[in-house]
């Protein structure tokens, strides 16, 4: 099944830093592309605007979870470069691991 019904325009992308943009092309053909419910490739579609992912804000969001007032950027001119699929298994960018704890 796709992400949701006419997701290529239904969605837009939530960025590092919290802007919004547009999908490129190649993010809506991504979208629209059915996928197995299991499937891990699958797009990652956030619910709410704040939510978090293992790899940060940015996600698909739908265009009707935006807050109020909040603009949404074109899409990227450079899209080889700018399509980045969001994996809920990706590990986080900034993770530091602590050495082990000596219980006494």
Partial sequence: MAAMPN???ALVYVNEDGSVRELTEAEKTYVDTEFSALDGARPYIKSR???RT???IQAY???SQLPRGMSIDPPPQNTASS???VS???PPARLK???A???R
């Fill in 83 to 85: 399509c980045r699929f």
């Fill in 97 to 99: 691991l602590r050495p």
């Fill in 101 to 103: 704890r000596r219980w």
């Fill in 54 to 56: 293992a790899s940060g």
């Fill in 49 to 51: 605007y704040f939510d």
């Fill in 88 to 90: 809920a298994t990706a």
């Fill in 7 to 9: 997701a290529g325009e």
């Fill in 61 to 63: 969001l739908p265009r």
